[in-house]
T-cell receptor
Framework: GAVVSQHPSWVICKSGTSVKIECRSL??????MFWYRQFPKQSLMLMAT?????????EQGVEKDKFLINHASLTLSTLTVTSAHPEDSSFYIC????????????FGPGTRLLVL | LAKTTQPISMDSYEGQEVNITCSHN???????ITWYQQFPSQGPRFIIQ???TKVTNEVASLFIPADRKSSTLSLPRVSLSDTAVYYC?????????FGSGTQLTVLP
């Protein structure tokens, strides 16, 4: 299957700082990527859809100025959590839409963010 | 209104076949059925995707009746390492909504 990577796998930061998470599709090009967040014992919640070369589309309740998304190439999308606070601590997971055959979302391994 | 309904949890024993059924009464014409597996602290792993009838790959089979209002994921001869949460998603692949999933526990 298609491979999606994320970096870093985990990060600890101080409150008020910004953190950037990278999502890469390693063996296919993806014009569309997605960012999800998952809190403990809960399911994945879609935060935003990242479109190569255009602005991201955010889900209701997700602050676009706080969660900056950039999708500058067909294999890379980045999520920057700006002015992070402890309540932003979560598991962030990206996915990339593979459209070569049937459309399928392939997920990255996730990034654990802990804000102190 | 939830798009899918699946059991919250299931237990099985090593070597058994496991069938997880998902109900999706309001499935739309353009919707596909996709199953993912998730281990703790990992991203979901794609298992199988189908539109109608039966789909089989090296990992699982997916059975979809003619009315497409339900689907069944079949895992042959499970092992301890198959203990995970299994998500059934219905929709266009670029518009997935995750439900609660089914926690499958495989016992020795």
């Amino acid at each position: 299957g298609a491979v999606v990577s994320q970096h870093p796998s985990w990060v600890i930061c101080k409150s008020g700082t910004s953190v950037k998470i990278e999502c890469r599709s390693l063996d296919f090009q993806a014009t569309t990527m997605f960012w999800y967040r998952q809190f403990p014992k809960q399911s994945l919640m879609l935060m935003a859809t990242s479109n190569e070369g255009s602005k991201a589309t955010y889900e209701q309740g997700v602050e676009k100025d706080k969660f900056l998304i950039n999708h500058a190439s067909l294999t890379l999308s980045t999520l920057t959590v700006t002015s992070a606070h402890p309540e932003d601590s979560s598991f962030y997971i990206c996915s990339a839409l593979e459209t070569g055959g049937k459309e399928t979302q392939y997920f990255g391994p996730g990034t654990r963010l802990l804000v102190l | 209104l939830a798009k899918t309904t699946q059991p919250i949890s299931m237990d099985s024993y090593e070597g058994q076949e496991v069938n997880i059924t998902c109900s999706h009464n309001n499935i739309a014409t353009n919707d596909y059925i996709t199953w993912y597996q998730q281990f703790p602290s990992q991203g979901p792993r794609f298992i199988i995707q189908g539109y109608k009838t039966k789909v089989t790959n090296e990992v699982a089979s997916l059975f979809i009746p003619a009315d497409r209002k339900s689907s069944t994921l079949s895992l042959p001869r499970v092992s301890l390492s198959d203990t995970a949460v299994y998500y059934c998603l219905v929709g266009e692949p670029r518009q997935l909504t995750f439900g609660s999933g089914t926690q499958l526990t495989v016992l020795p």
